[in-house]
Structure formats: structure tokens, C-alpha cells
């Protein structure tokens, strides 16, 4: 059958447009110009904010060895990095918030420890870095301008230390097998989480049909696991997703596929359950960037797969998507008030921001509230970070995200190792997964789920270093 398809006319023809546009695409002058990033490493070790680090880094080891607490801390828990971040990482979705911040910190400070008793061991930097610690740096400065001081200094820390953490993961895994425990842990605890999510909606728990608008969806259970919010929960999931679906094509035995099959099926059967209409077009928007920088002839397929989708899915599905837009929906208009609010309240506030948190935004929104919406935050991320932080948050934030896409485009474009090149691009996918959702959702609210945002930038800078790890990356 394989044969006779690819010597079929239709065949061919899709082949040779395929050949067409992908020849234009890479030839580009723009596409040749964005791809052409420099060494990573170089790049950053030649930056101020490397120099100061490295300076700062000397300072620290040498106050280290003059007290002996090289001797201290030698084989202890506290000066393995990697212990910190996998816990932090994979217990993220199920842990208070409270909980993730000690873990967080202590990964920065484990990794200050295992970086002032290595003095020889080179810090790994990335590109993007400079503008993680520019965006960090903006969110302190918020909280000094703030409307209310002591409602935004706590948000503003607790936001700069999970920040601080992408730093911590870069450097705390240093080898394949880390990488491996590492997300299979985070699949271990995406699949807990589903499934309780799943136990919700066939036992229909608590509070689980107070999140849609009684007059159109009626009776729709839409399930919030351990996130409290059908939102949050699919925000979680647009991160994990790919992560999954790159171990099932990086997966080598057939029996490991299997079990990625599976992983990925539970977590998109809760997708599905958590009834977001902003989830599920990020979850298709992921796929496309996978399916796409994986293999261009998945378009056709995707494109049959949506078909079929439409054709077979539920009708409550069907119409749960298509009300997307709709202002009949007391969702929709809800949003769309609080948008049209929060845009009133940025024209008088967009160079410095109100400050970060729901304290500040209680105290200012209201008075520009639109149709009487009352709301804890814009529901946009966009839209917030100019409120927390002003036009300079949002210009730092989207340039972060720029150079972001540009790294990890430009590890894809070089890269040889197939299991690398799939890990990477589902990093891609997660982000951009995750943006489109934000769109329509404040998906910084949840601190758990902005910790783990800032978890997968590093995640995706360690899968663009691959090369340089210690183990073989195709044995997966």
C-alpha cells in the first residue's frame, strides 16, 4: 500500500508543492536572517549581565572556601541542584503554593552552593536569560510604584524567585538521564492529575458544574483536579501535552511508545473534560507547530484529522467550541467587558503600571470597570502585565518571548539528533500552546502555573544544549 500511494500522480503533486514551499521558506533572506543566532554560549558570556554574574560568582566562592563550608556542604543534599529542581517541577501541580516556593528557593540556593564549591565548572547561559533578569528586575521596580506597596511587594518576590529558577534548572541538569527522570516525572504527575480530573467528572464533585453559563450549558461538568479551575487545569496541560508527544515519537521500543500513547491520551481526555474553549485552541495550535516543524506532510493529515474531529466529536463539544465568539454567552460578554475595562484603566496608567497583584488591581479597575464587571485580574495576560508592570513589562516581556522563538528555531534548524530536534520542537509547541490560551486568560494568576511557564523556558534552553550533555541523546 506504501508503495502504491507514494507512486500515485496525487502523491507526487503533494510532494513537489510541499518541496516548493519549503524551498522558498528556507531560502527566505528573512527566514535565513532570523535563524542566524550565534553560538548561544558566546552570545551570552559576552553580555554585562554574564560578566556581572561570573564577578558575582567569584565573590561568593571565595566567601565559600575562606569559612570551609566547601567542607560543610560536601556530598550534602542541600548542593545538588537537580534533587530541588525535579521536585519542584514535578510536584508543581499538586503542592501549595507555599510549598513550590520553599522547593523553588532552595533550588536557587543549591545551585549558588554547587556553583561557589565548583569554581571550574563554566555556568550555562542562554540568550534569553538577560531578558528573563530585565523582566525580573521590572516586577520589583512595579512593586516600588505600586498603588498599594504592601499588597504588591509579596506577589512581586514570590514572581522574581520563581523567575529566578529557570536559572537553577539550566544548570542543574547536566546530563541525558537527568533530562529523561526530569520529564518523565512531569508526565508522571500530568497523568495524577488527569486523572483525578477524569474521577471528577464521572462522580461529578463539587463544584464542578459552577463554571459555565447554566442558559446554554446546562448539566456540563467541567473538571478543575487539584488547579481549583478548569482554566488553570488546561493551562497546566497545553505545557505538558507536547512533552508527552515528543516522548512518543523520541521513544524507541515499541513497548515505551506504548506507554507514552497512553500518558498522551490521558491528558488530552482531560483537556477535553476541563470544557475550555481557550485550552482547546491552544491544544490545536500546539499541535500544529509540532506536527508541522516535525514533518510538513502531517498538514494533510491534520488538516483530516480536524474534519474528522468535527464529525465525530460529541455534540456538547461541538457546541462548546463553536460558541467561541459568541456574546450570547455570559462568559464570552464577561471577558470582553473586563478587556474593554482593563484598556480604559491602561490609558491612564500605561507607563508605570498599577503594580502586580489583585490588591492593586481592586483598588484601581473598579473605577474603570466596564457594563459593572467586576473582576480579580484582566484576564488577558498581555493585557496584565501592562497593568502590573507598564508599557516597559510588556515590551520586556514580548521581546523575551521573540528572542525565545528565535533560539529555539535556530536549535531546530541545526540540529542533527532527531530525539533532540523532537524535544525541541515541543517546546515550541508548549510556549506557543500556552500564549494562544493567553490570550483569552490571565494564565499568570495561578503561581503553580507560572512557575511551571518559567520551568519549560529553561527546559527548552536545556533541550537546545542536548548536544552537549552527558549520555547518548537517541537512546530515549
Known amino acids: 500500500m506504501g508503495g502504491i500511494l507514494k507512486s500515485s500522480l496525487i502523491y507526487r503533486c503533494i510532494v513537489s508543492i510541499y518541496g516548493w514551499f519549503s524551498r522558498q521558506w528556507i531560502e527566505s533572506r528573512i527566514i535565513r536572517a532570523f535563524l542566524n543566532m550565534k553560538d548561544e554560549n558566546e552570545v551570552s558570556r559576552g553580555s554585562v549581565f554574564y560578566k556581572a554574574g561570573a564577578f558575582l560568582r567569584r565573590l561568593i566562592s571565595d566567601v565559600f572556601y575562606a569559612l570551609r563550608l566547601d567542607r560543610v556542604f560536601a556530598g550534602s543534599i542541600f548542593a545538588k541542584p537537580f534533587f530541588w529542581c525535579f521536585l519542584s517541577a514535578a510536584l508543581a501541580p499538586v503542592i501549595p503554593t507555599m510549598a513550590l516556593l520553599a522547593l523553588a528557593a532552595m533550588s536557587c540556593v543549591s545551585v549558588l552552593i554547587w556553583a561557589a564549591g565548583n569554581r571550574e565548572t563554566r555556568l550555562v547561559s542562554a540568550p534569553v536569560n538577560r531578558y528573563i533578569i530585565i523582566y525580573a528586575v521590572l516586577y520589583i521596580i512595579a512593586a516600588f510604584m505600586s498603588v498599594t506597596f504592601r499588597g504588591s511587594i509579596t506577589v512581586s518576590l514570590l514572581t522574581v524567585i520563581f523567575i529566578m529558577s529557570v536559572f537553577a534548572m539550566e544548570n542543574a541538569v547536566t546530563s541525558v538521564k537527568q533530562v529523561k527522570i526530569l520529564v518523565n516525572g512531569m508526565l508522571a504527575a500530568g497523568v495524577l492529575v488527569s486523572l483525578y480530573g477524569m474521577y471528577q467528572f464521572v462522580f461529578r464533585a463539587s463544584g464542578a458544574d459552577s463554571w459555565v453559563d447554566e ?7 467541567r473538571v ?24 512518543l515519537f523520541a521513544a524507541k521500543s515499541w513497548g515505551k511508545k506504548f506507554i507514552y500513547l497512553c500518558t498522551a491520551g490521558i491528558l488530552c481526555i482531560c483537556m477535553v473534560l476541563t470544557f475550555s474553549r481557550a485550552g482547546w485552541l491552544g491544544l490545536l495550535f500546539a499541535a500544529a507547530i509540532f506536527l508541522v516543524l516535525l514533518d510538513r506532510r502531517f498538514i494533510l493529515l491534520g488538516i483530516a484529522g480536524v474534519i474528522l474531529l468535527f464529525m465525530m466529536a460529541p455534540d456538547a463539544i461541538i457546541s462548546r467550541f463553536t460558541s467561541i465568539g459568541d456574546m450570547s454567552d455570559g462568559s464570552t460578554s464577561y471577558r470582553v467587558a473586563i478587556w474593554l475595562g482593563s484598556v480604559n484603566m491602561i490609558k491612564a496608567h500605561w507607563i508605570s503600571g498599577i503594580g502586580p497583584g489583585t490588591e492593586a488591581f481592586n483598588m484601581i479597575y473598579p473605577s474603570y470597570s466596564y457594563n459593572t464587571a467586576t473582576a480579580q485580574h484582566s484576564h488577558n495576560l498581555f493585557l496584565q502585565i501592562i497593568c502590573d508592570s507598564g508599557i516597559c513589562g510588556i515590551v520586556i516581556f514580548i521581546i523575551l518571548l521573540i528572542v525565545f522563538i528565535r533560539m529555539v528555531c535556530t536549535a531546530i534548524s541545526r540540529e542533527k539528533h532527531r530525539t533532540a530536534r523532537i524535544f525541541q520542537i515541543s517546546s515550541l509547541a508548549s510556549i506557543g500552546g500556552f500564549m494562544v490560551q493567553s490570550m483569552a486568560d490571565y494564565t499568570f494568576y495561578n503561581y503553580r502555573v507560572m512557575f511551571l511557564f518559567w520551568t519549560f523556558i529553561a527546559l527548552s534552553t536545556v533541550f537546545c544544549r542536548m548536544n552537549s550533555l552527558k549520555g547518548d541523546i537517541e537512546k530515549w
Open 224 to 247: 478543575y483536579s487539584t488547579l481549583q479551575n478548569p482554566n488553570v487545569l488546561s493551562e497546566y496541560l497545553l505545557l505538558v501535552i507536547p512533552l508527552a508527544a515528543a516522548g
Open 215 to 221: 442558559e446554554m450549558f446546562g448539566g456540563m461538568v
